[in-house]
């Protein structure tokens, strides 16, 4: 594989939940429903890199990872691994490729067998694929393997149950590296923990991979996290893109209103906001039968009525090609900062060209 090919491409993938229908329902005849949690997504991650994903809980993030891990059978497109589509992949040849992209939970208790020790727990994958090794040996390589999560081998012998939340998300972050993989999806991964722990467990992931060469998919609400660990950032709404692009593209130059919504919600450690925060107003349409047009529409402060009939599409922005928004109305809201929304009061919208820096109207809450 070359450098410059990505080590995972994503084509507008789909994942749809079928809806159970009654007995009545199924006699009428009438329509199976579906909730569209992915809805034609495509992006990339390369390799040795880190790719954040955050976006509110609901936009289908955790959905988007388990797909790309084949934890979920996705509905539709293709999920390409070195060139592969792996996106259907059964039996065996699952179970092979499975070493390549491995998983960190967001609950590291739910996640971990309290039953087992630890060197069971993390010489799992291990066992899965090379079926038959010794226990001598599989403790030798599990000991060798926890002092790279920080944590030292004389407790092969404990369970779960023994550890602080740091330590069994050390533990869960060892299992995934069992097998060194190319990709490790990370599920939020420290939404569980103290601010502390969050800064070590951070720490250890940018070491490991500076030492190993693999590559991230981070799905977080920790923007802060973002800031730090990622390369480059999507921006999920509703199980649809609404922004890509480097890091200090999407986060300091954000151009879909929904970016700029989330940015502006965001806590700051500064007396004179600390009484008002924005808040997105507006009803969150369903996704079972989402509506025509943009899925933001409904809460957008600068929607028009181009957005509620036509769906916008992933396109670059500004000067940077890698810069993608999907939203028709980026040119005009490129330039204004998420602090604007801060100023804003009232509701409703705001149909006309707008200039940068004017006041625009939106919510503000206490």
């Known amino acids: 594989m070359s450098a410059a090919q990505p080590l995972v491409q994503v084509e507008d993938i789909q994942k749809y939940f079928p809806l159970t229908r009654s007995l009545s329902e199924t006699i009428r005849g009438h329509a199976k429903l579906a909730i569209r949690a992915v809805d034609g997504v495509s992006f990339d991650v390369r390799p040795g890199e880190t790719v954040g994903l955050i976006g509110e809980s609901g936009s289908g993030k955790t959905t988007l990872g388990w797909l790309i891990s084949r934890l979920h059978e996705p509905t539709g497109g293709r999920i390409l691994f070195e060139g592969q589509d792996v996106a259907h992949l059964q039996g065996s040849k699952l179970r092979a490729w499975r070493r390549n992209v491995q998983v960190v939970f967001q609950d590291p208790v739910g996640s971990l067998d309290p039953r087992m020790r630890v060197w069971e727990i993390v010489s799992e994958p291990i066992r899965a694929q090379e079926p038959g090794l010794r226990k001598a040996e599989l403790r030798r390589r599990v000991a060798?393997?926890?002092?790279?999560?920080?944590?030292?081998?004389?407790?092969?012998?404990?369970?779960?149950?023994?550890?602080?939340?740091?330590?069994?998300?050390?533990?869960?972050?060892?299992?995934a590296l069992s097998l060194r993989p190319k990709l490790i999806v990370l599920d939020e991964p420290t939404s569980a923990l103290d601010v502390a722990v969050q800064a070590q467990i951070l720490n250890r992931l940018v070491a490991l991979q500076s030492e190993f060469g693999f590559a991230y998919l981070l799905i977080t609400h920790n923007v802060s996290a973002v800031k730090y660990v990622a390369d480059r950032v999507a921006v999920l709404y509703l199980g649809k893109l609404a922004e890509v692009g480097t890091v200090r593209e999407v986060l300091e130059h954000p151009t879909h209103p929904y970016t700029k919504a989330l940015l502006a919600a965001l806590p700051v450690p500064d007396v004179r906001r600390r009484r008002a925060r924005f808040r997105i107003s507006g009803e969150i349409p369903t996704l079972i039968r989402p509506p025509p047009g943009c899925r933001f529409a409904t809460r957008c402060p600068f929607v028009i009525d181009r957005c509620r009939v036509e769906e916008p599409l992933l396109r670059s922005i500004g000067k940077d090609p890698t810069h993608l928004a999907a939203c028709h109305r980026a040119e005009e809201v490129v330039d204004i900062p998420p602090e604007t929304l801060m100023a804003m009061e009232g509701s409703g919208a705001s149909p006309s060209p707008i200039a940068p820096g004017s006041h625009l109207v939106g919510t503000t809450a206490a």
């Open 144 to 175: 060798e393997l926890l002092p790279t999560v920080g944590l030292m081998p004389e407790i092969l012998d404990q369970y779960p149950h023994e550890f602080s939340g740091g330590g069994r998300q050390r533990l869960s972050l060892a299992r």
